[in-house]
């Protein structure tokens, strides 16, 4: 019912941007938190970041100053600018937004197919 598109991966040389994208579809009634989330080869799952419904935001301490989330309430979309990127920002790039459906009762965690980001150095 629910589903998670993003877009705006790719392959940046290392001082570049990239802006990414998530847009929510389906029977929404309201989206609360909107996250990215980062997995490099061999490593752990890390958040970079996270945006409330009153637009507070929360960055990781290995992306602050340089990333920037957003989001388009109308549009149930979040974005992610990345400037200055660096080769360790390397890795699979996932959103994860907290959507109450329309016929749900309370709200759950909706995950993106994830995309990848390589940053050449």
């Known amino acids: 019912q629910v589903q998670l598109v993003e877009s705006g991966g790719g392959l940046v040389q290392a001082g570049g941007s990239l802006r990414l994208s998530c847009a929510a579809y389906g029977s929404i009634l309201a989206i609360d938190d909107m996250s990215w989330y980062r997995q490099a080869p061999g490593k752990q799952r890390e958040l970079v970041a996270t945006i409330t419904s009153g637009g507070l935001t929360n960055y990781a301490d290995s992306v602050k100053g340089r990333f920037t989330i957003s989001r388009d309430n109308p549009k149930n979309t979040a974005y992610l600018q990345m400037n200055s990127l660096k080769s360790e920002d390397t890795a699979v790039y996932s959103c994860?937004?907290?959507?109450?459906?329309?016929?749900?009762?309370?709200?759950?965690?909706?995950w993106g197919q994830g995309t990848q980001v390589t940053v050449s150095s």
């Open positions: 994860k937004f907290r959507i109450k459906g329309r016929v749900a009762w309370f709200f759950d965690d909706y």
